[in-house]
């Protein structure tokens, strides 16, 4: 199959320029010989490759050549009719790596003193990673939903300097999501010299809801009814969270604190799909503050023993 040079800068195969640039400064800070005393071998090796696949995908013609015949015809200078007599030439990896960092020549190393990145304890280390909130309604949560965030971040172009660029990150919310369950974006950060960008992190919140509170997997639901129809009967009405309205019959005779379920009307279960959990409803019994004595005499007919 030949090399894959997105695979070796770490990209997709729709990276941009500004993409690339990005891996390649990241991966060969990391990986230059100078960086590895002591797996110098290595280091050369993976050190030239990453060069080669930024000299590939960074040149226009190179990649269309390399995306449509591979790695092979590429080097090979195989005639195709697309390549229009293209000659494939390798540039060298200290080149490519000076036109980012500078450096000096007569063999010295190409790691620019005034750069504090280039340290003798190892590649750069990564930032701590950034929290937000994320409050998201109930509703959002039952049924799922996208959210765009805009973000402003600051990145470094190929000569270090710092400019301010804003990007929409897509949240793609899952029915069923919890309190607490964390949307990471890697290296989404600030860029700055020596450091890894942080990690981007949302954290779901749940806003609070006018008639449900979640309760795991549970909804519950507080209910207050008469005397009358705790004893009798009564039927209740309840609008879910995605639009529907559930017609209960209350037929237990209802004692303070009774608890009904309704079974598979609560909260989606994010990793059993197609399974709820349960509706709860709190019976709140609302006692009369006051009975005559004609009602008094009623009562006891009706119910005493």
């Not at 060969?28 to 071998?41: F, I, Q, S, Y």
């Not at 999501?177 to 960008?197: C, L, S």
């Amino acid at each position: 199959m030949g090399v894959d040079y997105y695979n070796i800068l770490k990209v997709s195969r729709s990276a941009t320029d500004e993409d690339l640039k990005r891996a390649y400064k990241r991966l060969a800070m990391v990986w230059h010989p100078d960086k590895n005393p002591r797996n110098k071998k290595e280091a050369e090796a993976r050190f030239k490759q990453i060069c080669e696949a930024y000299d590939v995908l960074s040149d226009p013609q190179k990649r269309q050549i390399y995306d449509q015949f591979g790695e092979e015809a590429l080097k090979s200078g195989v005639s195709q009719p697309q390549a229009n007599g293209f000659r494939y030439n390798s540039r060298n990896p200290d080149e490519i790596f000076n036109e980012f960092f500078g450096g000096g020549g007569g063999g010295s190393s190409p790691f620019p003193p005034s750069e504090s990145f280039y340290r003798a304890d190892g590649p750069p280390r990564k930032a701590a990673p950034v929290e937000n909130k994320l409050p998201c309604s109930l509703e959002e949560l039952f049924s799922g939903s996208k959210r765009k965030m805009r973000i402003s971040r600051n990145v470094l172009d190929p000569s270090g300097k710092t400019k301010n660029v804003e990007e929409i990150l897509t949240i793609d919310i899952k029915p069923g999501w919890k309190k607490g369950t964390k949307i990471t974006f890697p290296e989404k950060g600030h860029e700055q010299p020596n450091i890894i960008p942080s990690d981007l992190i949302f954290v779901i919140e749940e806003k609070p809801h006018g008639i449900y509170k979640r309760d795991g997997n549970d909804l519950v639901v507080n209910r207050r009814i008469s005397l009358v129809d705790a004893l009798a009967g009564t039927t209740i009405s309840l609008p879910t969270l995605d639009g529907r309205t559930l017609t209960i019959p209350v037929t237990d005779v209802i004692k303070p604190g009774y608890e009904m379920v309704v079974p598979k009307e609560g909260m989606p279960i994010a990793k059993e799909p197609g399974n709820k959990g349960n509706l709860r409803i709190k019976f709140d019994v609302k006692f009369p503050s006051r009975l005559t004595a004609e009602q008094k005499s009623s009562l006891r007919q009706v119910l005493g023993e």
